[in-house]
């Protein structure tokens, strides 16, 4: 397993395995499968060094992947990121979300980032107990303002001040995956 920054020739896989979701109502408000011509533009607003898309992989093979977002874009929001993992389906329940979550909390110093945020919908138990399994708090709650397909979605906002997680010697920030339960 390996854990590395995306390139450009992992966008098909990154949105075949973000299509495969859609299905479910689960993890994305989008209702329709996106092209992957819609998601160039997206790709290159992210950069290795402040705000990465990340994707793990298995015997060579992308199997999911972690994006880091703006959470806003004026300046005061800068060291605040929303963080979003999709895996694919044949690979979930198998620990890639959890860590791909505990490498982003890992890099998120040396981006500049003290702040992450998820944006989960309420129905999501899968993705609420891994963000919750990193201490991640919730600190929103929009009651039913996603339609999906004629069900209204709650969405939670859970976050994480990394300053909360550092190490005892302070000097790193971790998070041991191996004290973690599988979810």
């Known amino acids: 397993m390996k854990i590395r920054n995306a390139e450009a020739k992992d966008l098909t896989v990154i949105v075949e395995i973000y299509n495969a979701s859609i299905p479910s109502r689960i993890a994305t408000g989008d209702l329709e499968p996106i092209s992957m011509e819609s998601r160039i533009s997206w790709y ?29 874009d004026r300046l005061a929001y800068q060291a605040t990121v929303e963080v979003s993992i999709y895996v694919a389906p044949e ?32 129905h999501n138990i899968p993705s609420l107990n891994l963000f919750n399994k990193f201490n991640f708090q919730r600190w929103g709650y929009l009651p039913k303002v996603a339609d999906l397909n004629g069900i209204k979605g709650d969405l939670v906002i859970v976050g994480l001040h990394l300053e909360e997680v550092k190490n005892k010697n302070k000097s790193e920030y971790r998070v041991d995956i191996s004290k973690l339960t599988s979810s």
């Open 44 to 72: 290159q607003e992210h950069s290795p060094d402040s705000r990465p898309i990340l994707v793990i992989e298995l015997d060579d093979e992308v199997v999911g992947w972690l994006s880091f977002q703006s959470f806003d």
């Open 91 to 122: 690979y979930k329940g198998q620990g890639m979300g959890k860590k791909l979550l505990s490498e982003a909390i890992h890099r998120s110093p040396q981006l500049g980032i003290k702040t992450l945020l998820g944006f989960i919908f309420s």
